[in-house]
């Protein structure tokens, strides 16, 4: 894997870029602010916080983005359930003071909160600005009308999560996002009220731009939109600028700009542009804008799938939930990124936003990665799947939060696809799921059903209308991109198919059921939503591996006194198949635009076969302490042109045990086998339609070597030997040089090893951690799923012989130490710098 030195320049500085155009321009009266720092936070029942002369001086100070729920334990009782992760709920306040000595009768305020889970009430002065329920969406509320301009205010939010189970999944609990505070004229830019749409024509970049003006104050006012595009090299390449004038209602200006023979935005080059917006009047700014933009051609083909810029290219997706394991659903950027670069590494060029609007976070390093996005908007509709879902707030808040969506991500070039729903209840008629437990849901959404279940004929029905209603409402904000929903119900009677709303078909699962998707669908482009459902535990290997293994059944609960599910490909979800089988079905059918397989890294929540204690899922390509399964470099090895020879499982068993090999190999015609020096086989992929080689072998201690040939000529070699007894602790971090912000990350890679430096596989030792510096332990985790281990502490157990721990810098340059102790083991001490 790439080191973060030689990521940055390619990536991490256009990100930057887009970040540093948030902060206030010298000159200009428009002003936004990073408002996350120096929070008061309690878990507090009662409304009494929200009153100005609340006395918060006992409470906790923190900066968000903040999870209150990944700092609880584990507990059967917990009202989420091992579904929702099995942490703490609750309801938390956070209080801050904003203290203004303003003059301007004419300047306005606003707080803007990128997300926070859920039913969030944001009071100033004692008095209640708003709430809104959907945890998963940016918001914002002017504060002017509330404020004391001259003086001090408090600023109260309180987050209720204490109705649960309200997901599928776990969401975390708090403000997890960025805040932010601005301060603008009367008359300003609206929020995400900028539109840039590129077009390609004969070698010219035509971008039309449409911007949103509003007028609070509601006076009549006269005013000019200046825009300005500037490249990679902060060069200006197309400048406009128009008059226009306001009412209370606001207006709409449009412009067109030109940029001759730009460079495109693409997987390999995601080439970004900076525009800037002012609002002026006078000749004096009132209000700034600046939007990232990408200048590309997408579009889905009926015949040959997707292309981006005219090129064919199968789109290889994963679906990421938004927790990031030990540290929980807090944004974090360098965590964000961890992810996404070991997704490119393994052949990724397309993330699935699931099953909700994601952090800007994670867009923007889409755009400056190259990483195709499909953004989503919810997993249910009217019908609800779990009680307390969103589901109770659709009706009255559908098309705000649908707009705000679209509105919010429109520019982001990644973005190639909008998904308005997953696995809704609305593809059928009617679905009784009312007291069902929760972890029976899946098997309610993925049960075949009668006909009775689907309107026959071409009448629509409300759910088919509703789908309609739905994508007028993308179309309305943004007409450009296609729209598609994540379909479990593959008739072409489902509901929303029936509708004609949807431009793109998807489908979740039934890989079996794509070869008649051109008869019952004709004219439409389709893609796999979702895919796979392989349930693997890193580092457990249930043989034989050529026996499948699919789990749970739909008599629940399921148990198996492990809690383990195999790591070669043969375990999954009944309703899903293993990699190589949807692989194989997306790779050699060209109208099949590609597939996001169910997931790229673990999460928690859903633990999928089993009940508590598991309490994480198992269908990761990496599990959650970001360490790969086997299976990552199957595809690893389909979609990269980088060699791969990856030889499984380990070699430590028992004396005469029959233990089957499996390897992954790409660039070589062959592969052979020796044990001990002796040759067990060589072994040849027959055919395109096979993706791994597997010898059948009986222990003995010593050697496996593998040697991959081209042309009869060895090109690489991978050796695994029998670990000895645990002696000494290895510690790997994935950057020693940090900065001191308080936020920035290395993950610590734990591992036990023996005396000459083999992987232990079968330790669980526990490690303790203590560090000297200026830095905390964010979290430590190891990848099981059915750990009942805190992810907040100072010592964690190996799993499989490995664990993790991560270090966050403090605010003060420091050289920071980390020290790691274990029984038995020699211990080891890592030095990270901060700056």
Request: aromatic letters at 12%.
């Amino acid at each position: 894997m790439k080191t973060f030195s030689n990521h940055f320049q390619r990536y991490i500085y256009p990100f930057l870029m887009t970040l540093l155009c948030l902060l206030p321009l010298s000159g200009q009266s428009a002003e936004r602010h990073l408002w996350d720092n120096g929070w008061r936070f309690s878990l507090y029942q009662d409304d009494s916080p929200q009153q100005i002369t609340f006395d918060d001086s006992h409470w906790r100070l923190l900066d968000l983005p903040h999870d209150w729920a990944i700092e609880g334990d584990f507990y059967c009782q917990n009202p989420s359930g091992a579904t929702g992760g099995a942490l703490p709920g609750g309801i938390g306040w956070y209080r801050k003071h904003l203290f203004l000595q303003d003059n301007d009768a004419q300047s306005r305020y606003s707080i803007h909160l990128d997300g926070a889970y859920m039913c969030t009430s944001v009071y100033v002065n004692g008095k209640l600005v708003g709430t809104r329920p959907y945890g998963f969406i940016s918001f914002s509320y002017d504060l002017t009308p509330f404020l004391n301009k001259q003086g001090d205010n408090v600023i109260a939010v309180k987050v209720d999560n204490s109705q649960q189970p309200n997901s599928r999944w776990y969401t975390g609990c708090g403000i997890y996002r960025h805040v932010y505070l601005s301060k603008s004229s009367d008359v300003r830019i609206a929020e995400w009220g900028v539109q840039a749409i590129s077009e390609l024509k004969k070698g010219v970049g035509n971008i039309t731009v449409n911007t949103q003006i509003e007028n609070p104050g509601g006076l009549n006012r006269r005013f000019v939109v200046r825009q300005k595009i500037w490249d990679a090299n902060h060069q200006l390449v197309a400048q406009t600028s128009k008059g226009g004038q306001t009412g209370a209602s606001g207006t709409l200006v449009s412009q067109q700009m030109r940029i001759s023979k730009p460079h495109l935005w693409s997987l390999s080059s995601p080439y970004l542009y900076k525009m800037t917006t002012e609002l002026i009047e006078n000749g004096k700014v009132l209000d700034c804008d600046t939007t990232t933009i990408g200048i590309r051609t997408a579009h889905f083909d009926v015949a040959k799938g997707f292309f981006l810029n005219g090129e064919n290219i199968k789109i290889n997706g994963v679906c990421l939930h938004g927790d990031l394991g030990c540290l929980g659903s807090a944004v974090n950027e360098d965590a964000l990124h961890r992810q996404v670069i070991m997704m490119k590494e393994m052949g990724v060029n397309a993330i699935r936003c699931s099953h909700n609007p994601p952090s800007p976070e994670l867009l923007n390093l889409c755009d400056s990665l190259g990483v195709l996005v499909m953004d989503e908007a919810f997993d249910s509709w009217l019908q609800g799947k779990t009680p307390y879902d969103y589901s109770l707030y659709f009706k009255t808040w559908f098309e705000r939060d649908l707009r705000d969506m679209v509105l919010r991500d429109r520019n982001h070039p990644s973005i190639v696809i909008w998904s308005i729903g997953n696995e809704v209840l609305e593809q059928w008629n009617k679905v009784d799921n009312k007291g069902m437990a929760l972890e029976d849901v899946n098997i309610l959404l993925n049960d075949n059903r009668s006909k009775a279940a689907l309107t026959q004929g071409d009448k629509l029905n409300l759910n088919a209308k509703l789908t309609q209603v739905l994508a007028a409402i993308v179309r309305r904000y943004d007409p450009t991109r296609p729209i598609t929903a994540g379909c479990n119900e593959v008739s072409p009677e489902n509901n929303l198919f029936k509708s004609g709303a949807l431009d793109v078909i998807g489908f979740n699962y039934h890989q079996q059921k794509v070869k008649d998707v051109p008869q019952n669908f004709p004219g439409k482009p389709f893609i796999m939503t979702e895919t796979v459902s392989a349930l693997q535990t890193r580092g457990y290997y249930k043989m034989p591996s050529d026996s499948l293994f699919r789990l749970p059944t739909k008599k629940r609960p399921f148990t198996d006194p492990t809690f383990r599910c195999s790591s070669y490909d043969n375990s999954c979800a009944y309703w899903g198949s293993t990699h190589e089988q949807t692989l194989d079905v997306v790779k050699h059918t060209p109208y099949c635009a590609g597939q996001f397989i169910w997931t790229g890294f673990d999460y928690i929540g859903e633990p999928t076969p089993f009940n508590f204690p598991a309490r994480s899922s198992y269908f990761g390509l990496v599990d959650l302490a970001g360490f790969p399964k086997d299976s990552y470099y199957l595809y690893q090895s389909e979609w990269t042109n980088k060699p791969v020879l990856h030889v499984f499982p380990h070699w430590n068993w028992i004396e005469g045990q029959p233990i089957d090999m499996w390897c992954y190999y790409n660039k070589a015609d062959e592969v052979e086998l020796f044990l001990n020096g002796k040759s067990q086989g060589v072994r040849r992929k027959q055919n395109d339609h096979e993706y791994h080689v597997a010898w059948r072998l009986n222990f003995e201690p010593g050697e496996v070597r593998v040697v991959a040939r081209k042309n009869g000529n060895a090109i690489a070699e991978k050796i695994i030997r029998t670990a000895g007894a645990p002696h000494h602790i290895r510690l790997t971090p994935d950057r020693q040089l940090i900065k001191a912000n308080g936020r920035s990350l290395s993950f610590v890679t734990v591992e036990v090893v023996d005396k000459d430096g083999n992987l232990c596989p079968w330790a669980d030792n526990n490690i303790i951690f203590s560090l000297t510096g200026d830095a905390t332990i964010a979290g430590v985790d190891n990848g099981s799923p059915f750990s009942m281990e805190r992810f907040k502490a100072s010592e964690r157990h190996a799993f499989y012989g490995k664990c993790m721990v991560v270090i966050q810098s403090g605010k003060t340059p420091s050289d920071i130490q980390l020290t790691a102790k274990g029984v038995d083991l020699q211990p080891q001490t890592l030095r990270i710098t901060s700056k």
